[in-house]
Each structure stands twice: as C-alpha cells, then as structure tokens.
C-alpha cells in the first residue's frame, strides 16, 4: 500500500500561483510514477502532469502546459505541482496519484493508489 497526503490548496486570485505538494508513505516511492488529476463540479476527473520515477520524463495536459511544473524528490518522498498564472478554469480538486505501471499515462485507471485530495479555487 501508498499513502498519499496532498497539501496546498487554497484560495487564490487569477493570475496568482499555488505550490501543491502530495507526500507518499508506505512503500519505495522511486518505484512509481506520479501524476496529478483534477476534477471540477459536475466533470470528470482529468489529467493535469505526470513525472517518471526518476524524474527525467514529465507530461502536461495542453491546458496547463507552460503554466504548471511537476517535480519529485525522490529522498523526500514527495511530488509537487507548482502551479503559476492560474485561472478561474483551474478550480478543481487535486489529486495525486502514483502508478507502478513503467512509464508515465495520462489514464486515471492505470494508477494504484490516490490522495484525498485537495481544493483550489482560482476566483477574484
């Protein structure tokens, strides 16, 4: 089992940023891929960014590329998402999640184990 912890959310202005952090418990975290997920009232859950084991290999969702950046340290277990000129769109709750899937996806099934998430809402 991994434990996933989000912390960071918040309430921020548009054009603000906000640092998400998920730390992981329970097994070796450089044996999973990470992502982080949102999802807003009444959508489904969707793929923000992801990062590979080892931290080389990264993916964004076109939305929020340019404006986010996935990061892991891997002796801290943990994963951040620092999130830079955000929008009223970006409002969601955010998820982490890890896969011991190789490689990164974009596909919320192939993810073991899921943080409880954690709200940001993006409003002036």
């Known amino acids: 089992q991994v434990q996933l912890v989000e912390s960071g959310g918040g309430l921020v202005q548009p054009g603000g940023s906000l640092r998400l952090s998920c730390a992981a418990s329970?097994?070796?975290?450089?044996?999973?891929?990470m992502g982080w997920f949102r999802q807003a009232p009444g959508k489904e859950r969707e793929f923000v960014s992801a990062?590979?084991?080892?931290?080389?290999?990264?993916n964004y969702a076109d939305s929020v590329k340019a404006r986010f950046i996935i990061s892991r340290d891997n002796a801290k277990n943990t994963v951040s998402l620092q999130m830079n000129s955000l929008k009223p769109e970006d409002t969601a709750v955010y998820y982490c999640?890890?896969?011991?899937?190789?490689?990164?996806?974009?596909?919320?099934?192939?993810?073991?184990?899921w943080g409880q998430g954690t709200q940001v809402t993006v409003s002036s």
């Open positions: 999640a890890a896969t011991s899937g190789v490689g990164i996806t974009i596909i919320p099934g192939r993810y073991d184990y």
């Open positions: 329970g097994r070796t975290f450089s044996n999973y891929a």
């Open positions: 990062v590979s084991r080892s931290g080389l290999s990264k």
